[in-house]
C-alpha cells in the first residue's frame, strides 16, 4: 500500500461528559486558620530539629499488638489522625504527637483526648495538647513540650512481650497472621 492510499482517519476527542468525571474535588484549605498558625508556630520553635508532619493517621504511626487476636481495636483508630507528628529528621522515627485540643470546662475532658492521650503514652510518645488559637506564644508551647515529656517519664510504661511483636513475612513483607488448624490430624495446633 502507497502512501498516498492510506486513509487517515482522525479521531474525535470529546471532552468528558460532566457526569464521567470522578466526583473529586481540591478541599479549599488543608490546614484551618488555628492549625496553620500551630504549625507556623511549630517551625520557628524546631527549625531543623524535626520534621513536621500534618494530619497524620494514627495505623500509619501505631501497629496493633497481635492483630489477628485484637481487630476490634483497629476500629478505634481507624479514621483517626494526630494533627501533627514531629519526627527525627534522619530517621522519621516519631518524637512528639502534637493534638489540638477544644477549651472545655476545666472538669471536663473529652473522651477522644484522653484516648489519644492513652494511646500515646502507652507506646511512650509524648503527646502535647495545645489549646486551639489563632496565635501562639513560644514560652507556652515550650512548656507544654516540657509537659508532654514530664508526663511520659512519670508514666511505667510495660515491658515490650516477645510475644508482642508480629513477624513480617519475608515474601510480601506484610505481618504474618498466626492460624490454629481446626480438623484434621494437627487439629488444634499452630
Known amino acids: 500500500m502507497k502512501d498516498s492510499e492510506l486513509v487517515s482517519t482522525k479521531v474525535a476527542i470529546l471532552p468528558p461528559r460532566r457526569d464521567d468525571r470522578l466526583p473529586y474535588r481540591l478541599r479549599g484549605q488543608f490546614l484551618s486558620s488555628p492549625e496553620n498558625a500551630l504549625f507556623r508556630a511549630l517551625q520557628a520553635m524546631v527549625e531543623d530539629r ?27 483508630i481507624f479514621r ?10 534522619r530517621t522519621m522515627r516519631p518524637a512528639f504527637g502534637v493534638e489540638m485540643i477544644r477549651a472545655l470546662a476545666r472538669s471536663d475532658t473529652r473522651s477522644t483526648d484522653m484516648f ?3 494511646i500515646f503514652g502507652g507506646a511512650g510518645l509524648p503527646l502535647v495538647h ?10 507556652d508551647l515550650v512548656n507544654l513540650f516540657q509537659l508532654a515529656v514530664m508526663r511520659v ?9 516477645q510475644g ?4 513480617m513475612c519475608p515474601v510480601c ?3 504474618m497472621v498466626l492460624r490454629m ?9 499452630k
Open 50 to 76: 524535626y520534621v513536621i508532619c500534618p494530619k497524620v493517621a494514627l495505623n500509619d504511626v501505631f501497629s496493633i499488638v497481635r492483630p489477628n487476636e485484637n481487630v476490634h481495636y483497629f476500629n478505634k
Open 80 to 89: 483517626k489522625h494526630v494533627d501533627f507528628l514531629l519526627c527525627e529528621p
Open 116 to 118: 489519644m492521650a492513652e
Open 130 to 139: 495545645v489549646p486551639s488559637s489563632e496565635r501562639y506564644e513560644m514560652p
Open 153 to 161: 517519664q512519670k508514666a511505667d510504661l510495660p515491658a515490650v512481650e
Open 164 to 167: 508482642d511483636s508480629v513477624p
Open 173 to 175: 513483607s506484610k505481618m
Open 181 to 189: 488448624h481446626r480438623s484434621g490430624p494437627n487439629k488444634g495446633k
